[in-house]
Structures are given as structure tokens and as C-alpha cells.
């Protein structure tokens, strides 16, 4: 179950998170991208925390959708409409279904599938989320499980975003929206422990 208390601790340490792994998400994106993702991130997070630090009560699907509408506006690139969505989408399910944790990530991921016409396999952000929400699913969501679903994306080729522009190229590259997903949800390890 995602609580309220859980949600704002996760969303602070990703903001935290974000801004300590800045210049190494950059990193990445400049073998694979344009070297934006990082800069684009840390735009994101600086109106999150505001909207964390305005109001500490507030309902989780509330929250969530804020925080989609801060990185859709802030975040920019292809990024920031994707993360927005995934956001947008989580809150949306808890408005009207349940707040079972796998659903809500599950709803995420299924809005980064639709919004970025991705499936898995295309070294996307998209090969973090849906294997987590499977992993919530099947109780088997850990550190050991999450490293190796980034790990796994290592030698994909990308065939969407930037940096499907390299082919082949891009093999033996880290994803930066992976590795910036991948941090979303070692922060939310966390909250869980
Ligand atoms: P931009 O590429 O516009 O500079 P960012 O650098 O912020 O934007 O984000 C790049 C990340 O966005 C990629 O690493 C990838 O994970 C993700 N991405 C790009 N296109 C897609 C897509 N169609 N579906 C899912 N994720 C995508
Ligand atoms: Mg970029
Ligand atoms: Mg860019």
C-alpha cells in the first residue's frame, strides 16, 4: 500500500537522489543523447520539493498528480512528458481504484508505454518500470532484482528517444532514463524497509 507518509519520504529522496546523481545522468546522456537528461531531471525536482514543502497533509493522489503536472512543465525533453504521465497515471488510479502499490506502478508504467509508443526491449526508462511493477506483483521487488533489470538494458540497442539515432551504437551504454528510473525506485526500496 502506498501511504501518504511513504509517498512524500520516497518523493523527497528522489529529489535528494536527482540532484547528488545530476552530472552523472548528464554523463549519460552525453555517450547516447544529447547530455540534457540530468540538467532536465534536477529542473524537475527543484518544483517538487516546493511542492513538497508547501503542504506535508496532502492526499497521495493529489500529490502525485502535482508532481506529474511539475515535471511535465519543468522537465522538458522527452523525459519530462513521459515521467509526467507515469505520475499523472498513478494518481489517476488511486483517484479511482485502489492503492495496492504494484497496481499504481503498473499504471505508470502502462502510461510510458502508451505516451511513448514503447514496449520493452528498446532500452528505454520503459525496461525499468515494467519489470518493477511485474517484480511488486510477485513479491520479488529488491535492490539485487532492480540492478540487474538496468543492468539488462546495458547491451539493448535503443530503438526509440535520441538515442536510436546510434543503432548499434548505443549497445554497452547505460540508459539515462533507466538509471534515472532506477533511482525512483531505489528510493521507493527505501520507503519500503
Ligand atoms: P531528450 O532525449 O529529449 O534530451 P532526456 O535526455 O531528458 O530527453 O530523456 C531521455 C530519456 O527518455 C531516454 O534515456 C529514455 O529513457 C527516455 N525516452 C526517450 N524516448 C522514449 C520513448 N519513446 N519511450 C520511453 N522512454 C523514452
Ligand atoms: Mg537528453
Ligand atoms: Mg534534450
Same mark, same amino acid.
Given at each position: *500500500?502506498?501511504?501518504?507518509?511513504?509517498?512524500? *519520504?520516497?518523493?523527497?529522496?528522489?529529489?535528494?537522489?536527482i540532484?547528488?546523481?545530476?552530472?552523472?545522468l548528464? /554523463?549519460?546522456?552525453?555517450?547516447?543523447?544529447?547530455?540534457?537528461h540530468?540538467?532536465?531531471m534536477?529542473?524537475?525536482? /527543484?518544483?517538487?520539493? *516546493?511542492?513538497?514543502?508547501?503542504?506535508? +497533509?496532502?492526499?497521495?493522489?493529489?500529490?502525485? %498528480? &502535482?508532481?506529474?503536472?511539475?515535471?511535465?512543465?519543468?522537465?522538458?525533453?522527452?523525459s519530462?512528458?513521459?515521467?509526467?504521465?507515469?505520475?499523472? /497515471?498513478?494518481?489517476?488510479?488511486? &483517484?479511482?481504484?485502489?492503492? +495496492?502499490?504494484?497496481?499504481?506502478?503498473?499504471?505508470?508504467?502502462?502510461?510510458? %508505454?502508451?505516451?511513448? &509508443?514503447?514496449?520493452?526491449?528498446?532500452?528505454?526508462m520503459?525496461?525499468?518500470?515494467?519489470?518493477?511493477?511485474?517484480?511488486? &506483483?510477485?513479491?520479488?521487488?529488491?535492490?539485487?532484482?532492480? +540492478?540487474?533489470?538496468?543492468?539488462?538494458?546495458?547491451?539493448?540497442?535503443?530503438?526509440?528517444?535520441?538515442?536510436?539515432?546510434?543503432? /548499434?551504437?548505443?549497445?554497452?551504454?547505460?540508459?539515462p532514463g533507466?538509471q534515472s528510473s532506477t533511482i525512483l525506485?531505489? +528510493?521507493?526500496?527505501?520507503?519500503?524497509?
Amino acid at each position: *500500500k502506498l501511504t501518504q507518509a511513504m509517498t512524500y *519520504k520516497w518523493l523527497q529522496l528522489f529529489v535528494q537522489d536527482i540532484q547528488k546523481n545530476q552530472a552523472h545522468l548528464n /554523463e549519460l546522456d552525453t555517450a547516447i543523447g544529447d547530455g540534457d537528461h540530468g540538467t532536465n531531471m534536477v529542473r524537475g525536482m /527543484e518544483q517538487v520539493s *516546493k511542492i513538497l514543502s508547501q503542504s506535508q +497533509d496532502q492526499k497521495v493522489s493529489d500529490l502525485l %498528480k &502535482q508532481v506529474a503536472f511539475a515535471l511535465i512543465s519543468k522537465v522538458g525533453g522527452a523525459s519530462g512528458p513521459l515521467y509526467g504521465t507515469a505520475f499523472l /497515471e498513478m494518481s489517476k488510479y488511486l &483517484q479511482n481504484q485502489d492503492d +495496492d502499490l504494484a497496481s499504481v506502478i503498473n499504471a505508470g508504467a502502462l502510461g510510458i %508505454k502508451r505516451r511513448g &509508443q514503447v514496449n520493452g526491449g528498446e532500452k528505454t526508462m520503459y525496461d525499468i518500470w515494467q519489470p518493477v511493477a511485474a517484480d511488486l &506483483q510477485q513479491q520479488q521487488f529488491n535492490q539485487a532484482n532492480l +540492478d540487474s533489470h538496468l543492468q539488462a538494458t546495458l547491451n539493448l540497442e535503443a530503438t526509440k528517444g535520441r538515442a536510436s539515432y546510434l543503432g /548499434e551504437r548505443s549497445q554497452g551504454h547505460l540508459d539515462p532514463g533507466a538509471q534515472s528510473s532506477t533511482i525512483l525506485f531505489t +528510493d521507493l526500496l527505501q520507503v519500503l524497509n
